[in-house]
Nanobody, 125 residues
Framework: QVQLVESGGGLVQAGGSLRLSCTTS????????IGWFRQAPGKEREAVSCISSSGGITNYADSVKGRFTISRDNSKNTVYLQMNSLKAEDTAVYYC??????????????????WGQGTQVTVSS
C-alpha cells in the first residue's frame, strides 16, 4: 500500500534546527512531487515547500524562505525538510504529501494524492 511516514519532529528551542524526513513506500518516489505542509491548532493547513520528482524545481512559502531547505534522496525513498533558525511561529504538525505530476498549484491540498500522518514540531521561546 502507499505509505508516507514523517519523522524527525520534536521540541526545539527558538533559533535551533530540526530535519524532518518523509519516507515513502508502495510507489516509485522518482515519479512524484513531494510537498510539505503544516497545521497549527485553530489554523488552516498551509503549504511550506515542495520538490519536483527530479529535484529540479523547489518552492517555498515566503515565511520559511531562507530558513528551510527541501531535498530528496530517491534511492532512499526519502524527502527531507531541513529547518534552521526556527521560530515559535513554526510550531505545527508537519505533513508530507505526494503528487504524481508537478503543478504550479503546489500550495493546494487538492493537488496531492497521498498524505502522511504528520509529525509534531514545537519551538519554545
Amino acid at each position: 500500500q502507499v505509505q508516507l511516514v514523517e519523522s524527525g519532529g520534536g521540541l526545539v528551542q527558538a533559533g535551533g534546527s530540526l530535519r524532518l524526513s518523509c519516507t515513502t513506500s508502495g510507489f516509485t518516489l522518482d515519479y512524484y512531487t513531494i510537498g510539505w505542509f503544516r497545521q497549527a491548532p485553530g489554523k488552516e493547513r498551509e503549504a511550506v515547500s515542495c520538490i519536483s520528482s527530479s529535484g529540479g524545481i523547489t518552492n517555498y512559502a515566503d515565511s520559511v524562505k531562507g530558513r528551510f531547505t527541501i531535498s530528496r534522496d530517491n534511492s532512499k525513498n526519502t524527502v527531507y525538510l531541513q529547518m534552521n533558525s526556527l521560530k515559535a511561529e513554526d510550531t505545527a504538525v508537519y505533513y508530507c504529501a505526494a503528487n504524481r505530476r508537478y503543478t504550479i498549484l503546489w500550495r493546494l491540498d487538492s493537488s496531492y494524492d497521498y498524505w502522511g500522518q504528520g509529525t509534531q514540531v514545537t519551538v519554545s521561546s
